[in-house]
């Protein structure tokens, strides 16, 4: 059967699927991931069942509360929940590498996926929503996993729609009233107004009415409960976080650089996405789908012939023993090394 050019087969195929794509467009930096199976969602695995995410605030609480020697003083939350990420518990993070290899290796690793297809994800991300770990959006974000299950904007977004309608029709009502705007006209017309003609003067009413009614919402909205809750916990987290939030970040997904202080991130060139939510936290923000990268005919890229390409990674110095740098993952590719060949 003829390869398909979506396919790929050995590190050559990703080298010219790669070629083919060239570089990402400006102002965009590319990231991959691998998928044991094609079928896969790029999900973090806190939304992957029902009763997780129902449970992420305590499940973080339990972590903190029975291991805290793991983790330091000065450890923000995002730093936290990468750490919670290493020892395989569920967060709204997903891991991404800036490296081809490895994620072409985190694809064929899991032998019990030997005979299903896989999937190489090439994204190119905007750098407006790629971060750093002491970003103040990635507070936000990170801060919903402590929150509890029923954590939602839908009564702050709709208090502070009634807020910012009511300040904009206030405006409205009190600078275009109809004995107001025949003195303005007057004023145009004896030349002692700023303004060229009424309609300029209507301009600018209605734009400083949205201003407020923008102003009021914000108000309005960081001033629900809820969000009350949240901010307390991102400054808890972050004193000098300036206690205002935009709805809009809370259902942002961003891509996250770690501290490098984790050998593995090192050395497997990782970063995170981190999802916010959409509209309750048991929603998970929608991930944006033209970040990622697809053939002309927008198919995925197909991984096939994972044995072979897992040997050729290890000639490209791929492997578990490099990738995992930590005592006990060394253990077991240690000892096979000297493991008689039969």
Known sequence: MKKQPNEIHNISDLTQILKNLSEPKHGTTRFFRGHAVQSWQILPSIYREQYLIENEDK??????????????????????LVKLQ?????????????????????????????????E?????????????????????????????SNFSLSNGLHSAQIASDLANAKYQLENLDINILRSIEIGINKGVMSFKNINEYK????????????????SSFNNDPAILSLLHTIHTDKPSFHPVINHRDLARVLCVRAKLSNTRISRQQGCFLLF????????????????????????????????????????FGISRQTLFPELESQAQEIMMQYKPKK
């Open 276 to 315: 916010g939510i959409d509209e309750t936290k048991l929603n998970p923000a929608k991930f944006p789908d033209n970040w990622q990268r697809k053939t002309e005919n927008n198919q995925k890229f197909i991984i096939k012939n994972k044995p072979q390409i897992m040997q050729e990674l290890k000639a």
């Open 59 to 80: 499940i973080i609480k339990e972590a903190l509360t029975n291991c805290p020697d793991e983790f330091l003083p000065n450890n923000t939350l995002f730093e936290k």
């Open 86 to 118: 290493h020892y395989s518990y569920a967060t709204r993070l997903l891991d991404l590498t800036s490296n081809a290899l490895v994620a072409l290796y985190f694809a064929c690793s899991d032998t019990k996926h030997h005979d299903e297809d896989g």
């Open 120 to 148: 190489l994800i090439i994204l190119d991300i905007p750098d407006t929503e790629v971060k750093y770990w002491d970003s103040d959006t990635v507070a936000i974000l990170a801060a919903i996993s402590t929150q509890n």
């Open 203 to 218: 301009e600018t009413v209605l734009k400083a009415a949205s201003e407020l009614g923008e102003s009021a919402f914000i």
